[in-house]
């Protein structure tokens, strides 16, 4: 028998040899592709909860447009824009010549404290250069749901001196505690207003957007204090009541500022602003 005989024999005669599944294949057949189209729902589902719980829905109302340039609000003169330390260093030189929708910036308020605790880092400059430039300047306290309202009161009178022309003190409230009632809050609120207010004879500015004033702050009372409202990308403001300002956009772009500066108007004429000043107020005390 040849060679060539030979070895077809033995290799018809000798046993095949299985071959083993590797591992891949092990765990993708106990794995079906429903289970892996199942899983991977869940973890874009899961991925677009947390998303939205920790980034959006806090901070809703302050979601930008995408797309284009800020709107400007029609039938309103009085522009001015609200500032902090995200604006880094401004160029006051710039800033000073700057005009929104046709008109000249007027006035500008600017973040001091936080809390009991936090200063922003830029206050004191941004407060310095808002006056020596012209502009109707004006402070405000971010609300925080971490101190009492008499402790954060006597933070805020002990950093911010507020002078004759300024704008009355702001009070920046945006969130509820949610384990504390509605008459609890308001109190809390009511005691940072009283005390603030005893110190310049002045009522302060309630800033807040439109919803959480008509959930949280519609007590009668509070009407009584002048209304910042945060509104953005309408073309009018929904909110029912008086208000003063309106900060309508947080993409403005303006010369002398990096990056976006929220804008807002105000609700009446310049010489209407001035009279809410303080030491320029009829009815103080």
Known sequence: MSNTVRHTSRRSQSPRRRRTPSRKKKFFRRHPHWAWWTGGIGIIILYVWLFYSFFVSPTGFRWRALYGDANYPEGYEIHGIDISHYQG??????????????????????????????????????????????FIRGAYHFWSNKSTARAQAYYFLNNVHLEDGDLPPVL??????????????????????????????????????????????????????PYWIAHYYVSKVEYKGQWKFWQHTDVGRLPGIKGYVDLNIYNGSYYDMKKLTIGNQEDEW
Request: glycine share 4%; proline share 4%; hydrophobic share 35%.
């Open 89 to 134: 260093d401004i160029d006051w030189e710039k800033l000073r010549y700057a005009m929104i929708g046709g008109y000249p910036l007027r006035f500008i308020m600017i973040k001091s404290t936080e809390g009991s605790s936090r200063i922003d880092t830029n206050f004191y400059d941004n407060f310095f250069h808002a006056r020596e430039n012209g």
């Open 172 to 225: 920046d409230i945006e969130h509820k505690p949610k384990e504390q009632s509605v008459e609890d809050f308001q109190r809390n609120v009511l005691t940072w207003l009283h005390i603030v207010e005893d110190k310049y004879h002045v009522k302060p500015i309630i800033y807040t957007y439109y919803k959480f004033k008509e959930q949280y702050l519609s007590a009668p009372v509070f009407d009584d204090y």
